[in-house]
């Protein structure tokens, strides 16, 4: 079983049980024209995960020994800018802003 039921999980007073695991497989979702397109958009958001999971980790590591911050101290800002940066590019935003 992939999805337990909440019963399952030991239980907690009214909470929904988790849907069950359909049939099927779901398709594929779609955000571009192109499946490749797709695909390195996911391979870009794993690796961006992995990227910031890393980034945590150091900022960890900064906090305990005391080293001077490499990165923002505060997760949330960090974390928001993070994502900007990421995502800039795919709102078609140019890095450089200079004349093209």
């Known amino acids: 079983m992939i999805f337990p039921t909440a019963a399952a999980l030991g239980g907690t007073r009214g909470a929904p049980a988790l849907p ?3 049939s ?3 398709p594929e979702q779609t955000f571009f024209s192109d499946p490749a397109i797709d695909r390195l958009l996911g391979v870009t958001m794993a690796l ?5 999971v890393l980034r945590d980790r150091l900022r960890a590591i900064e906090a305990r020994t005391g080293a001077p911050a490499a990165i923002e101290p505060s997760p949330d800002a960090d974390a928001a800018a993070f994502v900007a940066r990421l995502f800039a590019p795919l709102a ?3 890095e450089a802003k200079g004349p093209l």
Not at 48 to 52: C, F, H, S, T
């Open 48 to 52: 961006a995960a992995e990227v910031y």
């Open 20 to 22: 069950a695991m359909p």
């Open 24 to 26: 099927a497989p779901l």
């Open 92 to 94: 078609g935003e140019q």
